[in-house]
């Protein structure tokens, strides 16, 4: 049952002045002020707007797992994995909110970035798929796990023009060959993982529904929330969507990718950009970020602890947890969703963590074999991608040095 659906069968349970669940009202603090400009902002987002591209089952259920339970943590996850028929986890949230944005609803061709296993990438390319529209996919090497192999010969399956380079240093010059072709200069740019302040809102209403199920009891308040990081979108909007719902807690963000790309200051940035998006909506008051996460005492912390030798490396935890997920009927990745429950594992042992946790599981669950077409290796290698040494993407132009920073708290 989607959000709508779910509205129309439970009307008396919602308050008239804002739309919004009574009991979450309650709960937030937006009960019983009178309707304002700014509640009948929140309303819209919520119910999604008119610029929205419909293609996510909201909202994904939340469910209890107690075989990650600890001493005194007892672990909730939130299954993002569900999100969606075609291609689930968290891209997709994102995906609404650009592809019905007045910037892409049309039938021009879109570049973006990432790794040659990127669940943006191949995203994009399912939905795509549908129309018939092109994408032009950006690459640099990472891991060549089995996960990766896979999502890569569904993006060559499915018609991705690729542009390929041997680093993440040397993007900008892929970008340039694409512009420079007939066939990439009326293309439209998107940024990587969807994380733009538009794309980011699909988590800032990703918040607004944990605080909805909190409120009608479907979990308790959780303490900590566990969520991965990586082009920063993802937390951003969701720390920014937990405090418009005054749901006090702490997101602890589990880096994939190194501090020198994702570390306290990009994310903070990342936050204000998306806020000054929320302003423009008219949803938030707030002069700044900062202060609406102060008032709801929303908290975060940004953990490098489990990124390992880079970014698309798998470690041994991260394995480990993905195993022991799969033993479950929960499927996980080592690059970003293996990394972050291999980080709650630690915490949750270590009682380091206590009371209600929750998992938030971006990972798509799809399986992909039967979109991939028989010689699909012949046209990788073409582009340039190698298929015969699994490749890393390196640590980048700032190397070892750069580790020092992104350690802190919010």
């Known amino acids: 049952m ?5 509205s129309a069968t439970s009307v008396q349970e919602f308050a008239p002045e804002t739309g919004l669940p009574a009991a979450s009202l309650r709960q937030s603090g937006f009960a019983p002020r009178e309707k304002s400009a700014e509640d009948r902002a929140l309303t819209r987002l919520c119910e999604r707007p008119r610029q929205f591209l419909e293609l996510a089952q909201l909202p994904t259920p939340v469910a209890r797992a107690p075989w990650l339970d600890g001493p005194r943590a007892h672990v909730w996850i939130k299954r993002d ?4 028929e075609l291609y689930g986890g968290g891209k997709v949230r994102k995906l609404e909110w650009l592809l019905g944005s007045q910037q892409y609803d049309n039938d021009f061709p879109v570049i ?6 990127s669940h943006h990438l191949l995203a994009l390319a399912l939905h795509f798929a549908r129309s018939g529209r092109r994408l032009h996919a950006l690459t640099f090497p990472q891991r060549l796990t089995t996960h990766v192999r896979q999502n890569l010969a569904a993006l060559v399956s499915l018609g991705t023009r690729f542009w390929h380079v041997p680093s993440r240093v040397e993007l900008p010059l892929a970008y340039l060959s694409c512009r420079s072709l007939s066939a990439g200069r009326n293309a439209l740019w998107m940024d990587a993982g969807g994380s733009s302040a538009v794309g980011s809102l699909g988590f800032v209403s990703a918040g607004l529904e944990l605080a909805e199920q909190v409120a009608s009891g479907q979990l308790p308040q959780p303490t900590r929330i ?8 993802t937390p951003a909007g969701l720390i920014l969507g ?10 602890h963000v589990v880096s994939s990718v190194e501090p020198w790309l994702l570390n306290t200051w990009t994310l903070r940035h990342k936050m204000m950009q998306i806020h000054a998006e929320l302003r423009r909506l008219g949803v938030s008051a707030r002069s700044s970020a900062r202060e609406l996460c102060k008032l709801a005492n929303v908290r975060f912390v940004l953990d ?3 990124l390992g030798a880079g970014y698309g490396e798998p470690t041994e935890v991260a394995q480990c947890s993905v195993g022991m997920a799969a033993s479950r009927g929960i499927a996980l990745e080592t690059t970003y969703s293996g990394k972050c429950l291999a980080a709650l594992q630690l915490h949750v042992a270590r009682d380091t963590t206590q009371g209600p946790v929750l998992f938030w599981n971006t990972n798509a669950a799809r399986d992909l074999t039967q979109l991939i077409k028989p010689g699909w290796e012949v ?8 298929l015969t040494t699994p490749a890393a993407a390196g640590p980048g132009p700032l190397g070892p040095l750069a580790r020092r920073f992104g350690k802190g708290a919010a």
């Open 379 to 386: 046209e990788a290698e073409a582009t340039g991608i190698r």
């Open 226 to 233: 566990f969520v991965p990081g990586g082009t920063g979108g």
């Open 112 to 117: 973006s970035v990432g790794g040659i296993g």
């Open 81 to 84: 994995e569900l999100s969606c």
């Open 2 to 6: 989607n959000r709508r659906e779910a």
């Open 242 to 251: 937990l405090a418009l719902a005054r749901l006090s807690t702490v997101v």
């Open 304 to 306: 490098h602890a489990q």
